[in-house]
């Protein structure tokens, strides 16, 4: 079951892509669905992302482990990957970052991340807060260690595309590589501008509505960014 050569150079790219625009630093890793096997998915083994090759990347089940690791170290944190692979057959990818300006909406009491700008409609009027005291206790490290941990998450985010993670990052999903790598690139623009927008004062949100077709709108012009963002990690 060897994957497409294309998908594991996408893969590649959205590594390296996701490094040069700052959603991962030697933190971070993206996944995309084997596109053999429902039940399998592509993930790097342990490493920095922005350094990824093709060599490096590994096939996994959806109990998170891997079946051609070699000894080779895997990511604590593959069970964000496989638990969301088990409960949305609709996700193709997913990204799970720790990008900066998004912690802080994760462990504020009172403001909520949500769409500012047209690029970031996606994010809806709400995205959902993982809270990982509610399914592990009191005195986790914040980081999803094993299945039970990654499938609550997997619930928070529910049926949306983002969901943050208290006191620790934020994970996103796309039913493409090329999507789940623009909505997390996005993500961070649009929590940077909110903040931004935040200390002006009161702001004047996306409604739902304008989300729903700003999404739309926005959609159709991934390709244009990946070729983009590829040309300078290509350079
Ligand atoms: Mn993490």
Known sequence: MRPDAELLAELVDANRILASQGVVDAFGHVSVRHNESAEHFLLARNMAPGSVTADDILTFGLDGEPIDADGRAVYLERFIHSEIYRLRPDVVSVVHSHSMSVVPFS???????????????????????????????????LLIRDGRSGEALARTLGGGAVALMRGHGSTVVGPTLRLAVFRAVYTEVNARVQLQAMQLGTVNYLTAEECAAATAGVGSQVGRAWSYWKAQVSA
Request: charged share 20%; glycine share 12%.
């Open 107 to 141: 462990v504020s009491q009172s403001a909520k991340l949500r769409a500012v700008c047209h690029m970031g409609g996606f994010l809806g009027v709400e995205v959902p807060n993982y809270e990982i005291r509610d399914a592990c206790g009191p005195a986790t490290d």
